[in-house]
């Protein structure tokens, strides 16, 4: 233990052992991000990829198979509040465990549903499938969080940067053992690399309270936390409040509906981009609607990380507002540059980077206002925004006015106001100025 202790530092009388606080904080980390790597997966990437098979095996329509993640979503509003909740009571390795058991079943299920040959296993599974991502991802952002309250943005960008990208590093891969194992081969081994990794992501991963650790190393985490809420940067996480009251905020609301228009502008862009695609290609344009989806969705992941580090730097608010812009300029410029392939990929990029921006300062912002002790109570009830306003009203609505007019024009532009309200609302959401008081 010598070695390790700064025996030239210490935080109230205590030796700091900063060496022993890291190695704990790093397994932590490692951990959270491993918990959302399947879910992600499954959530993005494996219903694109069973989709056709589905669509032959059970059988089903291209319009019932679309309900699925719907079902997602709607699980994600009601659960992400209840797994924040349960959170604090079970404690992270717990929760991953709840996690993986309810993964599993929606698993079976997918086999199940090849010799029922019933669209609404599918449904189940669905549902079942966002509700565990509840139980991994709400917890993993409050964990790191705790861990690290002076790089808040940049550990959560870390998270998000995993469970973002985790469906384009899987989605080829599903392909592969689908055509090598068959249906019921793949599943299985799923099922298997399912339970491998969470329980060593749950092995890893738990908040400070419920590690043991070293009296010297309680002090390196309450003297990193007293660095920064001494702070004169405004990093510093705010003092703990109750759920009630943060609902008494004005700025519990802001993020409220930054989330319902931003959360539907950025989810509606995942079909929109390939039928716009389709239909320029089927006007002779040289367009690959392929393409422009990837845009999006390499942009959605990486700038998970990008913006959650740079928040730390500039502030959640302005980049969440330039990023909201930009993805306004993406949708109202789309319309005009049909004849122009690059430009189409750069503003579809737009888009996804403010969708991804959206994940990864929505966390470090929450606990910017409301502290981290109930974080994810807070953070669950923000989400209800997206789980049933953004995330429903975004697919279905540009799906009906796309439907009614025959308009892609009409539909980016709404979508592009969307952007702009969600831009000013981010802005209105502000922690209070930060006062520091000489003793």
């Known amino acids: 233990m010598a ?9 109230q009388g205590v030796p700091v052992d900063k060496a022993g606080y890291n190695k704990y904080a790093v397994r932590a980390l490692i951990g959270a991000a491993l918990s959302t790597f399947w879910s992600g997966a499954l959530i993005f990437g494996y219903p694109g990829i069973m989709k056709p098979i589905w669509k032959t095996n059970i059988p089903a329509t291209d319009g019932e198979l679309g309900w699925i993640m719907t079902f997602v979503i709607l699980s994600l509003g009601i659960f992400t509040f209840f797994a924040g909740k349960w959170h604090m009571k079970l404690g992270t390795r717990k929760s991953y465990i709840v996690g993986t058991i309810i993964l599993v079943v929606c698993m079976l299920l997918v086999l199940l549903s090849a010799s029922l040959h019933n669209v609404w296993i599918l449904y189940l599974f669905a549902f079942l499938n966002g509700t565990a991502s509840c139980f991994v991802y709400a917890p993993s952002l409050a964990t790191v969080q705790q861990w690290y309250p002076h790089k808040r943005g940049l550990v959560t960008g ?14 080829p ?8 194992l068959g249906y019921a081969g793949m599943n299985i081994l799923i099922i298997v690399l399912i339970v491998v990794t969470n329980l060593i992501a749950a092995m890893l991963a738990e908040v400070p309270a419920r590690t043991k650790l070293t009296d010297a190393q309680k002090a390196a985490g309450a003297q990193i936390l007293e660095e920064v809420k001494n702070s004169a940067t405004g990093a510093a996480p705010a003092p703990d409040v109750e759920l009630k009251d943060a609902l008494r905020t004005k700025s519990f609301w802001f993020i409220w509906l930054t989330w319902c228009f931003m959360g539907a502008a950025g989810i509606s862009m995942v079909t929109l981009s390939v039928g716009y695609g389709n239909e320029l290609a089927a006007q002779g344009f040289a367009v690959s609607a392929v393409a422009l989806l990837t845009a999006f969705n390499l ?12 928040s730390d730097k500039i502030g959640r608010n302005l980049l969440g507002s330039i990023s909201f812009v930009l993805a306004a300029i993406g949708y109202f410029g789309l319309p005009f540059v049909a004849n122009n392939f690059i430009l189409l990929c750069i503003f579809c990029a737009f888009v996804g980077f403010a969708f991804g921006t959206l994940f990864a300062i929505t966390a470090p912002l929450g ?26 009203v975004g697919p279905l609505l540009s799906s009906f006015v796309l ?3 025959g308009s892609y024009t009409v539909v980016f532009t709404y979508l592009g106001v969307f952007c702009l309200l969600a831009a000013v609302f981010m802005m209105l959401a502000k922690p209070k100025k930060k006062v520091l008081v000489e003793s």
């Open 3 to 11: 070695t390790t202790l700064s025996q030239s530092e210490s935080f």
């Open 158 to 171: 870390v998270v998000n940067l995993i469970f973002g990208l985790s469906a384009a590093i899987m989605s």
């Open 173 to 180: 891969l599903f392909q592969v053992m689908y055509e090598n």
């Open 299 to 310: 942009t959605n992941g990486f700038s998970r990380i990008i913006a959650g580090a740079l």
């Open 367 to 392: 606990t910017d206002l409301f502290g981290l002790k109930n974080f994810g109570l807070i953070f669950g009830c923000i989400f209800t925004a997206y789980g049933f306003v953004g995330g429903l």
């Open 403 to 405: 439907g009614q007019t």
